[in-house]
């Protein structure tokens, strides 16, 4: 079984930067990160495989940057250019080698004007 936990969440102004991560404390296949805002389904924000594959969401593609620590089975974002719209409760989700889902508790990222 596979526990995470998230670190790194704050309030930032626009335009700044934040870096978050999620250590895993078993083996992962993939792990990547989701959102939600107050009132709003959760999203799709960034994945990374153990092989290195990527994959970004529309909205944050080109500013935000995911990658991985295999051997500490801990990951990372990389945020920059942060926007208003990008306050959001980030959760990190990772999926086992006998493809079972995780979810971690949660890291609250707030950005203002």
């Known amino acids: 079984q596979v526990q995470l936990v998230e670190s790194g969440g704050g309030l930032v102004q626009a335009g700044g930067s934040l870096r978050l991560s999620c250590a895993a404390s078993g083996s992962i296949r993939s792990i990547g990160w989701f959102r939600q805002a107050p009132g709003k389904p959760r999203e799709f924000v960034a994945r990374i495989t153990s092989g290195g594959f990527t994959d970004y969401s529309d909205s944050v593609r080109g500013r935000f940057t995911v990658s991985r620590d295999n051997a500490a089975n801990t990951m990372y974002l990389q945020m920059s250019s942060l926007k208003p719209e990008d306050t959001a409760v980030y959760y990190c989700?990772?999926?086992?080698?006998?493809?079972?889902?995780?979810w971690g508790q949660g890291t609250q990222v707030t950005v203002s004007t």
């Open positions: 989700h990772a999926i086992d080698l006998n493809a079972s889902y995780y």
